[in-house]
């Protein structure tokens, strides 16, 4: 009955035709569809969790001014100290950016302000995920080294102690912002606040007070450009008057002769030449004190700070954007790999890929409820009725029309055709775990059979978990354990009020430990029986724990396979039917119990038997 199959991996599905290594669009999609809810559900957790932010979050202000370095404009100190060659142009708007965020700035700023006594802005709540990468780096600094081994920058506040003045420095040193405008000669000063009016104030501040320290360091220059001139203008008057007096003691001490005529003309020229580079300096000197009064500096103010009207961060349509992009990607990641390890029976064209069978029907998971049971002492001589603990074991029996009863209508025709000669068939239903559903799926085809006028016996031959017995047989006593002692009794088998159906119970907690396991004793009553039923439906113990089956499948005339819809491993049942012959020759078909009637929509693909599942609901009442 089984036939040889190729073996697929153990992913969802084959991607594609292995054999020109195609990739299937269809497959693609239905997986897609298929983690779409989980994917909706992380995108939906990141839109929350992006709420929950921007409700946390603190909103910042920010101010933006603007300085042009003009470089067009005369500059006194350039025309004093220049030696030809200006310094390039990048490096000097490098220095502008790193003097602006310097702390010779940043403390006048504070100072200017009074930013020291103002706790308002000294405890003011600044940005929640700084905050915690702050906390965060706190914690593991000792471990990962000083900033200065690291290349991190230093924060004055970290080193200055508590000192009022370096902390409100380090609140501006993180809220600052200076940038070049492109490859123009503007800077952009940018700050960061949660009060609107203070962001403007300080934004204004570092550009006044920027502008200001060049206008000191210019007029410092100037002073020393101013000194330095009056200094050499003094030697070379030195130099001067001694050339002058020089000339005059040599004609007072020397005869005019040829000779020292030639040593006058010589300190007369070199008086003459001093004199010149005199008169050169003291009219450079006179200048220079001329344009003292008009020095300018070089750096303006072309955009003044402005007071913001709304924050400018956190960013609501960008913040969300993202939580919901990002958590959409990561349920898409983790979507991804659930769709590989998914490892499980879903469809019926698995179960004949993987396993060579037919699938006999896709049972429904129900919804079982408990049936009180009448409780009365039996007179002597009264015979045993079987007794439903849980609505789900006499389900078709409830609702003939259900899926369910169709599903074991259908495994009763397959019953038929691949046993057709046989006047009693006997039919063992088995499962590889435990809790798959088998004793349900025993009790309800045995009574579908029943239903339809066949005699029928049904056995709870899992001896060492019954699961039929306590939902058939309330408080039973004797049953399949006196079968195995030899002690079987015609009024051991329970029967239905109504049905042909009778029931032999199995081995209670107490009988256990004394069964012993003859399983010839089996073998003789199924022949012993045979003539007085058409059908005797047992219910097997799993395959997998428990080695029983294998030795009862013998004296069985067929299988039928229960695998739990979505629990049970491909692999696992298609290793155990390959390391059992015997049960893969046996086995007649396989019913997926069990299944969720909304989720294995996920798992259509177009053209398939569950693609049109939804036509036939009319056909079926609950």
Known sequence: MLREVEKHPDSAFTFGDPQWGTIDLETLVAAARRQLRFVLTCALAGLVLGLAYLWAEVPLYESTARILIDKNQPSVVTKLTESGNSAPLDPMMLSQVELLRSDRIGLKVVDSLGLAADRSFLSAPYSLLNSLTGSVARLFWPFIGSSEASGAPVKSSATRGSDPRWQAFGILAENITVARVGDSYILEVQFRSPSAEMAQKIASKYAEIYISDQVGAKDESITRARGALAEELETVRKRSVDAELAIHRFRTDNTLTKETLVTLRQLELEAASLKSQYEQVLQQYQASLQNLSIALTEARTISEAATPSRPSSPNSSLTLAFCVVLAGMVGAGVGGIREYRERFFRTTAQVRDELGLQTLGMIPLLDGKPIRRNKHDRAAGEPLFIEVGNSAFNWVEQHPRSEFAEAMRTVKVAVDVELPRKSTKALGIVSCLPGEGKSLVAANLAMVLAMQRCKTLLIDADIHNPGLSPMLADGWERGLANLLAGELNPRDLLAHQS????????????????????????????????????????????????????????HLDGLVLVVEWGVTARTFVREILDNNPILADKCIGVLLNKVDTKRIKRYQKFGSAEFYSERYHQYYRA
């Open 499 to 554: 049905l042909p159906l009778r029931f032999l119970p199995g081995v209670n907690q107490s009988q256990l430990a004394n069964t012993v396991q003859p399983i010839e004793k089996m073998g003789d009553f199924l022949l012993k029986v045979g003539p007085m039923f058409n059908y005797v439906v047992v219910d097997l113990p799993p395959l997998a724990p428990v080695a029983d089956v294998r030795s009862f499948v013998q």
